[in-house]
């Protein structure tokens, strides 16, 4: 069984597009997070959340909206898709602060 | 701000032959460092880490050292494998949700 799956695996879309990914945990983990890593495999975080509540943003574009429905999901939507945005996006839990990650297999998104 | 200085960015090593990976943090109120490692197409996995209050932790071929008053933290892996090639990040984290990663190292072995 998967630990932290999101979906699509790929996004092609053209630049100004609104697009979503989605991921969910079931390890039963309080923490989740959203990070970027650029062509140079730099990881960047950019949200954390607890307990559904938003804990962490990291100067993220305001483009970039995540929402958690429950603990178990953590979705992010970005708006007005630009050629910077290009990048993998990686979704991770924890169970709580100071924890081990889980990390999914990554969204890669190509802006045309 | 934070930041955490990790060397070299590419490491050729001969099959058998050990391996070590450096990372220098800047914020002193880090007090958990992981290591993961990133395989082509994947996501990072955890490979060992280490709190402040421990100097050293072995697992199997891998040890990590922790010097907290130069705020240096270090990867060996030993007896390198094939299997063993892939890009390594360390990391660090104060207890507030947020973790500062490392530049990476992309490992290569040489059979």
């Known amino acids: 069984d998967t630990a932290v799956s999101q979906t699509p695996k790929y996004l092609v879309t053209q630049m100004g597009n609104d697009k979503s990914i989605k991921c969910e945990q079931n390890?039963?983990?309080?923490?989740m997070y959203w990070y970027k890593q650029d062509s140079k495999k730099f990881l960047k975080i950019m949200f954390s959340?607890?307990?559904?509540?938003?804990?962490i943003n990291e100067t993220v574009p305001n483009r970039f909206s995540p929402k958690s429905p429950d603990k178990a999901h953590l979705n992010l939507h970005i708006n007005s898709l630009e050629l910077g945005d290009s990048a993998v996006y990686f979704c991770?839990?924890?169970?709580?602060?100071?924890?081990?990650?889980?990390f999914g297999d990554g969204t890669r998104l190509s802006i045309l | 701000g934070e930041n955490v200085e990790q060397h070299p960015s590419t490491l050729s090593v001969q099959e058998g032959d050990s391996a070590v990976i450096k990372c220098t943090y800047s914020?002193?109120?880090?007090?958990?460092f992981p290591w993961y490692k990133q395989e082509l197409g994947k996501g990072p996995q955890l490979i060992i880490d280490?709190?402040?209050?421990?100097g050293e932790k072995k697992d199997q071929r891998i040890a990590v050292t922790l010097n907290k008053t130069a705020k240096h933290f270090s990867l060996h892996i030993t007896e390198t494998q094939p299997e063993d090639s892939a890009v390594y990040f360390c990391?660090?984290?104060?207890?507030?949700?947020?973790?500062?990663f490392g530049t990476g190292t992309r490992l290569k072995v040489l059979a």
């Open positions: 991770a839990s924890s169970q709580q602060a100071n924890q081990p990650q889980h």
């Open positions: 390890l039963g983990h309080d923490t």
């Open positions: 959340y607890n307990n559904k509540e938003l804990i």
């Open positions: 914020d002193s109120a880090s007090n958990y």
């Open positions: 280490i709190r402040s209050n421990v």
């Open positions: 990391a660090a984290s104060g207890g507030t949700y947020k973790y500062i």
